[in-house]
C-alpha cells in the first residue's frame, strides 16, 4: 500500500496568502496524483487531478506541481472561501489512498 | 446536470447489516467507474471501494474485505454498498463519488453524504 503524508498538518493564514501544501508519496506515483478540497458538512471537491491539470470551475489561483513521489498545492491569494481542509490522493495502484489531511483556517 | 443522491445511511448494532444506495444522472452512467468514500468522525477521507462501468472489476479497502461488497445496476443507474458485520469503526459518513472518465481515481462528482452509525 503506498502511503501519503502532507504537511504542514495544518496551517494559518490570512485573506490574500499565499499557502503551499505539500504531499509525499512512499514510492513514485508518476503524475497520478489528486488534491480535493473538502469542507465540513460538505462534499469533498476535486480542484486538480494529475498532479497540474485543474478542474473546469476550480478558480485559477489554485495551482498543483509535481511528479514522481513529491507535489504541492498551491493557492496564490487565499480567498475566504478557500478555507477548508485540503487532501491529496494517489490512483497509481490500489488501494487508492489519501493523505491525512491539511486544514488551513483563518489567522 | 449531473447530481448522485445518496440514501440508506442509520443507526445499526455491532454486527448488522445496511445497504447505502447512490442513485445518479445526468451522464451515462455504465461508462464510469464509481467508488465509495468514508470519513470517519474526526479523522481523514478512507477509499472504500471501486467498480468499473461493465461490473467485471471491483476491490475493496483490507479494512472491508469479505464484509462490504460494492455493486450496480446500470439499468437503474444506481451504485450500492451492502455492509455486513458491522464495527463500531465503520461508524463514518459515507460518499459514493464518480471516477473520472480519463484518469480514473479521480473523483470528480460526489455525492451528498450519508452517515453509518455503530452503537449498541
Known amino acids: 500500500e503506498i502511503q501519503m503524508t502532507q504537511s504542514p498538518s495544518s496551517l494559518s493564514a490570512s485573506v490574500g496568502d499565499r499557502v503551499t501544501i505539500t504531499c509525499r508519496a512512499s514510492?513514485?506515483?508518476?503524475?497520478?496524483l489528486h488534491w480535493y478540497q473538502h469542507k465540513s458538512g460538505r462534499a469533498p471537491r476535486l480542484l486538480i487531478d494529475?498532479?497540474?491539470s485543474l478542474q473546469s470551475g476550480v478558480p485559477s489561483r489554485f495551482s498543483g506541481s509535481g511528479s514522481g513521489k513529491d507535489f504541492s498545492l498551491n493557492i496564490s491569494s487565499l480567498q475566504p472561501e478557500d478555507f477548508a481542509t485540503y487532501y491529496c490522493q494517489q490512483s497509481y495502484s490500489t488501494p487508492w489512498t489519501f493523505g491525512p489531511g491539511t486544514k488551513v483556517d483563518i489567522k | 446536470q449531473v447530481q448522485l443522491e445518496q440514501s440508506g445511511g442509520g443507526l445499526v448494532k455491532p454486527g448488522g447489516s445496511l445497504r447505502l444506495s447512490c442513485v445518479t444522472s445526468?451522464?451515462?452512467?455504465?461508462?464510469?467507474?464509481m467508488s465509495w468514500v468514508r470519513q470517519v468522525p474526526g479523522k481523514g477521507l478512507e477509499w472504500v471501494a471501486y467498480m468499473s462501468g461493465s461490473g467485471r472489476s471491483l476491490f475493496h479497502a483490507d479494512s472491508v474485505k469479505g464484509r462490504f461488497s460494492i455493486s450496480r445496476d446500470n439499468a437503474k443507474n444506481t451504485l450500492y454498498l451492502e455492509m455486513n458485520s458491522l464495527r463500531v469503526e465503520d461508524t463514518a459518513v459515507y460518499y459514493c463519488?464518480?471516477?473520472?472518465?480519463?484518469?480514473?481515481?479521480?473523483?470528480?462528482?460526489w455525492g451528498q453524504g450519508t452517515t453509518v452509525t455503530v452503537s449498541s
Open positions: 494529475s498532479a497540474s
Open positions: 514510492q513514485s506515483i508518476s503524475d497520478y
Open positions: 445526468g451522464f451515462s452512467f455504465s461508462n464510469y467507474f
Open positions: 463519488a464518480r471516477d473520472g472518465l480519463v484518469v480514473v481515481g479521480s473523483l470528480d462528482v
